[in-house]
């Protein structure tokens, strides 16, 4: 982003505060400093080349980026995209990420995930019936199964139970054996020199396997894939989609045939699987999928573009765990059904940890885990 045009938009803020009462990090802090508003105040100090405070710059970082605070502004100032920025321009200036921040980055550059997984167990979730078929880099299509590093290590059944379905509806794929990370992690916490380096690798490799589309299973692949890398990489053509999209496709198609579950699930509207991703707002692919597949679907209060953030965006776990208990806690309490059912594997992620932190006694489940199971239902 250009700085002059940053300070300009800061410069327009008429101070209405409107943005504060949307943001789940100032609802639950009542900082001023983990605040919209408070946070553009500082990203205007980091602009003008002053010194910002240590509880300051624990304000830009517990930001999950979720980006509901833009909807509110009257000015259209981009505050999410200034307060990445102002992240970036601490790393420039020796200022930032964090430690956690520089050793999950370290476990991405050697080990290829964000989630400390062991890459020996990368390819755990591969059903066994598939093992001695899976052709991996060589098998025959130009589509790319892209599982990312938290359905690959962390919600295991999430990459298992995507690329059991597209087997069932006959869809030609190919997936990695070695995965890379997206690179998004590296990006959110403003290492943008590292992130585009990562971009760039990643875009060779996908295009010396002839991959000219990609299915991914996690809003924050998406997010990357479809509205950073093409900000990175001029020549950048590959076509991406969510596996929602695609398994949507296939039951329209009648490749895949979906029985009644018969119980009542809330969804939730990870911020990226709409509100993130200009232009590609997935949220009436899932609530048709699931309602086919007999589930009643219950809705947040504020659902769609407006859903709230499950806690987790842009890394906050790791510099202050109770804040995105407190959001995730905040969410679930709001739910009347026992099953919550998302679309990003990262949301299920930490719901489950809230659950387990605050003994909610609640169930979470990946969307495709759930049409598997329809699938499977006679
Ligand atoms: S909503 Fe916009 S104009 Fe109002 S305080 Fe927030 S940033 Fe400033
Ligand atoms: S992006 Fe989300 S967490 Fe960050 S300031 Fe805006 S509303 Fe708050």
Request: negative net charge; hydrophobic residues 30%; charged residues 25%.
């Amino acid at each position: 982003m250009d700085e002059n045009k940053i300070l300009e938009d800061i410069n327009s803020c008429i101070d209405c505060k409107n943005c504060n009462e949307v943001c789940d990090t100032f609802i639950a802090t009542q900082n001023p400093f983990q605040s919209p508003n408070g946070r553009l105040q500082i990203a205007k100090k980091v602009f003008n080349g002053g010194d910002i405070s240590e509880d300051e710059k624990f304000g830009l970082y517990t930001c999950t980026l979720c980006a509901l605070c833009d909807l509110t502004c009257q000015q259209n100032i981009p505050i999410s995209k200034i307060i990445h920025a102002s992240k970036a321009k601490l790393v420039e200036q020796g200022k930032a990420p964090y430690e956690i921040h520089n050793k999950i980055i370290k476990g991405i550059v050697d080990n290829d995930n964000s989630v400390s997984g062991k890459p020996e167990e990368r390819l755990d979730w591969l059903p066994e019936t598939y093992r001695g078929e899976e052709k991996y880099e060589e098998a025959d299509s130009d589509t790319l199964l892209y599982l990312g590093c938290m359905s690959s290590f962390r919600v295991k059944e999430s990459a298992t139970a995507s690329y059991e379905i597209l087997k069932e509806g006959g869809y030609n794929f190919k997936i990695l054996k070695n995965e890379p990370c997206c690179g998004e992690y590296v990006y959110s916490a403003g290492n943008l020199t590292l992130a585009k380096k990562i971009f760039q690798e990643n875009f060779e490799r996908f295009k010396k396997h002839g991959i000219k589309n990609i299915i991914v299973t996690c809003g924050g692949c998406l997010y990357a894939f479809n509205n950073v890398y093409p900000n990175y990489l001029n020549d950048w053509d590959i076509n991406v989609k969510h596996i929602v999209q695609v398994v949507y496709d296939l039951a329209k198609e009648g490749k895949i045939k979906l029985n009644p579950l018969n119980r009542e699930i809330t969804y939730h509207d990870a911020c990226r699987m709409g509100r993130k991703i200009h232009g590609m707002d997935i949220y009436n692919e899932p609530r048709e999928l699931l309602a086919n597949c007999g589930l009643t679907i219950e809705n947040l209060e504020k659902n769609r573009g407006n859903s709230p953030c499950c806690g987790a965006g842009s890394g906050i776990r790791g510099i202050d765990s109770g804040l995105c208990i407190d959001i995730g806690a905040q969410l679930i309490n709001e739910i009347n059904t026992n099953e919550i059912v998302s679309s990003c594997p990262l949301c299920v992620f930490n719901f489950r940890y809230v659950n387990y932190k605050k003994q909610l006694g609640k169930e979470y489940k990946y969307i495709t885990d759930a049409i598997l199971e329809s699938i499977k239902t006679q």
